[in-house]
């Protein structure tokens, strides 16, 4: 459909040209049409519009290939820090069976195999915790005993209970030492091959093939 627009536009254009600028010879039974003449002029007329349309054409003749359709969003990958956390649930689990103990219901056990439970819990969490933090005490001193809180004592070590009017350094009773760690040193994350849209298992599903 363009090639033929095309044509018809160059067509127009060459024959407008021919019977304004080259009228016909006398004695022709054609009427001359030249320059002067009133067709002539309104020939002359036509030609610009003629080259504006095949401008036109010419123009739109290639357009731009169509952008190509947008890729869909692909989901964005796990936040690495909760896949660290992930990690070290793991490590809990592997040498403390933490989730199974937590995710367990021990209403119909008794208190002798809970406890049975709870110390193979407690030795192999507290591997991992040793393994992967520097926990401290924040206060040395015995629980129970007098402590003073300093008055530029860091907010976050220290939670005051109690008469709490006047002002710092306050004196109280040790009722917890509270816990710190000067380090972390968090478990190598759990790569999924081929997949990091996801968090990985804490653990995995074992089967015996049979």
């Not at 002029?41 to 054409?57: Q, T």
């Not at 739109?60 to 992930?86: I, L």
């Not at 005993?145 to 709490?164: C, F, K, M």
């Not at 849209?197 to 093939?209: F, G, H, K, T, Y």
Request: charged letters at 20%; proline letters at 11%.
């Amino acid at each position: 459909m363009k090639t033929i627009t095309l044509l018809l536009n160059l067509l127009l254009l060459l024959l407008l040209l021919a019977l304004g600028f080259y009228p016909q010879p006398e004695g022709s039974p054609v009427p001359g049409i030249g320059p002067d003449t009133l067709a002539g002029k309104a020939i002359l007329l036509a030609i610009p519009l003629a080259l504006c349309s095949l401008l036109i054409v010419l123009t739109g003749w290639k357009k731009a290939a169509p952008a190509p359709a947008p890729a869909p969003a692909k989901a964005p990958p796990a936040p690495r820090a909760e896949a660290e956390v992930v990690a070290l649930l793991a490590a809990l689990q592997e040498k403390g069976r933490f989730i199974d103990f937590l995710m367990d219901d021990v209403t119909p056990h008794g208190d002798a195999q809970v406890g049975a439970a709870a110390r193979v819990v407690h030795q192999g969490c507290r591997a991992v915790l040793s393994e992967h933090f520097d926990v401290q005490p924040v206060e040395s001193t015995p629980e129970g005993s007098p402590i003073t809180v300093p008055a530029q004592h860091a907010a976050d070590e220290y939670r005051l209970t109690g008469n709490l009017g006047g002002e710092a350094p306050f004196t109280g009773t040790l009722v917890h030492k509270g816990w710190k760690t000067n380090s972390v040193k968090l478990p190598r994350l759990i790569e999924v091959p081929g997949d990091t849209d996801r968090l990985p298992a804490i653990a995995p599903a074992e089967v015996e093939i049979r």
